[in-house]
């Protein structure tokens, strides 16, 4: 079997070392918030060349602490993707806020021609989601936010390391949200997240958030790292083994990135002349390949017949987010028709570090046979 994702080639390779970080941590008797957090947090923000960088548990309260920051009221309009993860969706509508969708490009991202006409007064934020390790157009999304005085948040959840012309995602807007979730570029081994910003000020609110709204930065405040909440906040640490995890892997990410790259590489080779419709290319991007995305008519028949070989592969996202019942209030008249097609035909092949190019090669032999009995 070809699995879709797999993080045992990972773990058979590194178990002395993980073991050994999990021994280390568990005797110094620090479960949370001790140096390992603390030495990853300024790694990670040095790394992605922000001025501050929060460790949280999740990519989901990545976007919802960044959101809570910005002090939106009930009724505030954030406006995102229509082909994006639920968590996005999840995090604006916890937040007290109203998901608003725009559809997408034939890239599968955010649509920026559409973003202006779904402006109102009560729009206070838009979310670009930098999708399948793609960065959406930052000039013309910065440019919107600066004409309608809007915040950005960057949903970066699955493209850690992606850039756009030249500038690392996760650095454009107010807040940057990442995701370490173990399928991601940096995947670590339990639930994790991280928020990225430029700003002081929202730093240390979001620093409050995370931690029950309690004061652990500004020492001149007499409620200073007392069990005081200064606001309303919630509970999202990242624990001392997994950030020390994360700290190994992140000296390694720029090899998973590379190494990710080159598998991508193979797949444009062997499946250019597939009638298959291969991932978009920009000179403006660097892509970090978190998800290989292809698109086909017939995707259901190509994906079970890969299959009946043994191969995996995975549909995201197989519905809209304004198809989904859970959402359905918010999005009675949306229509999408570049997400509804697109959910209709895409399907992501076997891609991530330890994958072997033997394998990748298998992949293709396999599909280019299927495709070619498709279109005779
Ligand atoms: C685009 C996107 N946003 C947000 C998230 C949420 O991240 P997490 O699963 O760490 O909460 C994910 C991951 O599933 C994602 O893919």
Not at 37 to 50: A, G, I
Not at 288 to 313: A, C, D, E, G, S
Request: charged share 25%; hydrophobic share 35%.
């Amino acid at each position: 079997m070809i699995n879709f994702w797999s993080f045992e080639e990972e773990y058979r390779k590194y178990k002395p070392v993980f073991n050994r970080i999990i021994n280390n941590t568990l005797k110094k008797g620090l479960i949370f918030f001790g140096p390992n957090l603390n030495q990853f947090e300024k790694k990670f923000t040095k790394k992605y060349k922000s001025k501050f960088g929060i460790a949280v548990r999740s990519g989901t309260d990545a976007l919802m602490i960044s959101l809570m920051a910005l002090n939106l009221k009930k009724g505030d309009e954030v406006i995102t993707a229509s082909n994006t993860a639920i968590p996005t969706i999840s995090a604006i509508v916890n937040s007290g806020a109203k998901p608003v969708l725009v559809d997408i490009k034939k890239d599968y991202l955010l649509d920026t021609s559409k973003i202006e006409k779904k402006i109102t007064k009560k729009t206070k934020v838009i979310i670009p989601v930098h999708l399948y390790g793609q960065s959406c157009d930052m000039d013309e999304i910065m440019r919107i936010s600066k004409k309608y005085k809007l915040n950005i948040i960057e949903d970066c959840a699955q493209a850690q390391g992606a850039k756009y012309k030249n500038k690392f995602v996760g650095t454009f807007g107010s807040f940057g949200c990442f995701s370490f979730y173990p399928t991601k570029v940096l995947g670590g081994y339990s639930d994790g997240g991280f928020i990225l910003t430029n700003n002081f000020k929202l730093y240390s609110l979001v620093k409050k958030i995370r931690f029950y709204g309690i004061d652990t930065v500004n020492k001149k405040n007499k409620f200073y790292n007392k069990y005081y909440s200064n606001v309303h906040g919630l509970n999202s640490r990242l624990d001392e083994i997994n950030s020390k995890i994360l700290d190994f892997k992140l000296d390694k990410i720029d090899n998973f990135i590379s190494r990710r790259r080159t598998i991508a590489k193979l797949y444009d080779k062997e499946l250019k002349n597939t009638n298959l419709i291969l991932p978009t290319k920009n000179k403006d991007k660097f892509d970090v390949y978190h998800l290989y995305t292809v698109f086909h008519k017939k995707r259901n028949l190509i994906v079970n017949k890969l299959l009946q070989q043994k191969i995996k592969t995975r549909v995201i996202y197989p519905f809209p987010i304004h198809k989904m019942k859970g959402y359905s209030t918010f999005f009675k008249k949306d229509k999408h028709m570049i997400s509804e097609i697109a959910s209709k035909g895409i399907f992501s092949l076997p891609l991530y570090p330890e994958l072997s190019l033997k394998k990748v090669k298998i992949i293709c032999i396999a599909l280019k046979k299927i495709m070619k009995n498709i279109n005779a």
